[in-house]
């Protein structure tokens, strides 16, 4: 995806001057985080910085080799051969951005491996060749952590080939900037919103799996700029979206509410 603006993303650290680094070496990229922290984001951004297309790929437990490297199909009669997004991106000097990777079959991202060394090489065994990536080829993957289990987590020999950045949720300060930006919010509706935030992260819930990210917080930041109550969007993006228990729902609401009422 190539734009003519930059996409909006804040560094927290030194984040962009690694990947830029690893990047102009040819090195593959494991970007940790949490859910809804600007991952994706900032993979956009980097592309956009770098010059490179982006070729985003949403990992699942059903993504098999040959969704990401190519299959045979009928196209009109004949049978074709058709390039994934893996192979397309080798071929034209792509970043290929496999988020979530984890959540595909180990099988699967053992095609990787060639990718992700000194070889630089797609082996497609359907086609009995093997490219070799084009200049301004990257790999990067994606994955969250604290959330994977150890069934689904990257085998060392995969993650020994990357260089990590880790992203987390950011400060306050920047936060609340990013919010006001992306969402078209004043700044008073963004400073309650990342004081919610971070309260239901720093909170003891048992049963929420997740905890507010920054793009939920922007979600009720746009629902506020419609003309919602604070409240009623804080409940509809925050505390909606995280759990289905009415327990938990619960204590979120009290959360938000207290924190509306300051």
Request: net charge negative; hydrophobic share 45%.
């Amino acid at each position: 995806m190539e734009t003519s603006v930059r996409p909006y993303y804040v560094p927290v650290g030194n984040e962009e001057r690694v990947f830029l680094a690893a990047f102009r070496q040819g090195l593959p990229i494991m970007l940790k985080g949490p859910t809804g922290c600007g991952k994706t984001r900032f993979v956009e951004a980097m592309a956009h910085q770098a010059g490179r297309p982006l070729i985003t790929v949403a990992c699942h437990d059903d993504l098999s080799t040959a969704d990401l490297v190519g299959r045979y199909l009928l196209q009109g009669g004949e049978t074709r051969w058709v390039d994934g997004p893996l192979t397309r991106a080798v071929r034209e000097g792509a970043i290929c951005y496999l988020d979530e990777v984890v959540e595909a079959r180990q099988d699967t991202t053992v095609v990787l491996h060639p990718l992700a060394d000194h070889r630089r090489q797609l082996p497609i065994d359907r086609l009995g060749v093997t490219l070799d990536a084009a200049e301004g080829f990257c790999l990067v993957v994606s994955y969250n952590p604290g959330y994977q289990s150890v069934l689904k987590d990257l085998k060392d020999s995969t993650r020994q080939r990357m260089i990590a950045i880790e992203l987390g949720y950011p400060p306050a300060e920047i936060e609340e900037k990013i919010i006001a930006v992306e969402a078209a919010a004043d700044q008073r509706a963004a400073a309650q919103l990342v004081r919610i935030g971070r309260a239901v992260r720093q909170a003891d819930a048992p049963g929420l799996r997740e905890v507010a990210s920054t793009r939920v917080l922007i979600s009720a930041a746009k629902l506020i700029a419609e003309g919602l109550a604070p409240g009623d969007a804080a409940r509809a993006a925050i505390a909606g979206p995280l759990t289905d228990d009415p327990l938990v729902a619960a204590n979120l609401t009290a959360v938000i509410d207290a924190y509306l009422q300051e």
